[in-house]
T-cell receptor, first 111, second 113 residues
């Protein structure tokens, strides 16, 4: 079956670093996406991984290990505006390339 | 901003009614996907349209239907509304490239009373 797991909620301090993990089980993996979603707003695209390794984009980095079915999103130099939900989504060949979404991780940044 | 627009922003309906939600895709994008997102949950895939044809459907009943027009804008229609249909409805546009990144509109908040 298809399954994506993320922690429900995490708390971190402004200026610190936080790592949000995502594990997945799919029949036909074809890429993993991370999105940020502020409360009441639409998800916005952060990163895309299809090959193993680390993709860095400013303060945000995303890592993928296909053999382990594992990804993480790393946020550095945390700012208060980073308080949001972070959604992991996997594109699945067996589902006609549709995205399978995790429930999201609510990140709370404290001063 | 992604260039994807949705209307209306908010909507209140009663059980049994019908609703139509609209989405205009980002310029150059010929694929539109619709999602339902309940509070505290990730988006659930409803269906996708590519060049005016349905191109995949999630686990939603037939009372959820859609259309895509020649300009790639799209509609989501829901008949016989139920209380559990209350959610944020998101549309996302994309183009079939290697990454096929989806860009979301602001969503329509539907409340069914």
């Amino acid at each position: 079956g298809q399954n994506i797991d993320q922690p429900t909620e995490m708390t971190a301090t402004e200026g610190a670093i936080v790592q949000i993990n995502c594990t997945y089980q799919t029949s036909g993996f074809n890429g993993l996406f991370w999105y940020q979603q502020h409360a009441g707003e639409a998800p916005t695209f952060l990163s895309y991984n299809v090959l193993d390794g680390l993709e860095e984009k400013g303060r945000f980095s995303s890592f993928l290990s296909r053999s382990k079915g594992y990804s993480y999103l790393l946020l550095k130099e945390l700012q208060m505006k980073d308080s949001a939900s972070y959604l992991c989504a996997v594109r699945d060949l067996q589902s006609n390339y549709q995205l399978i979404w995790g429930a999201g991780t609510k990140l709370i940044i404290k001063p | 901003e992604t260039g994807v627009t949705q209307s209306p922003t908010h909507l209140i309906k009663t059980r049994g009614q019908q609703v139509t939600l609209r989405c205009s895709s980002q310029s150059g994008h010929n694929t539109v996907s619709w999602y339902q997102q309940a509070l505290g949950q990730g988006p659930q895939f409803i269906f996708q349209y590519y060049r005016e044809e349905e191109n995949g459907r999630g686990n939603f009943p037939p009372r959820f239907s859609g259309l895509q027009f020649p300009n790639y804008s799209s509609e989501l229609n829901v008949n016989a509304l139920e209380l559990d249909d209350s959610a944020l409805y998101l549309c996302a546009s994309s183009t079939p490239t290697t990454t096929d990144t989806q860009y979301f509109g602001p969503g329509t908040r539907l409340t069914v009373l």
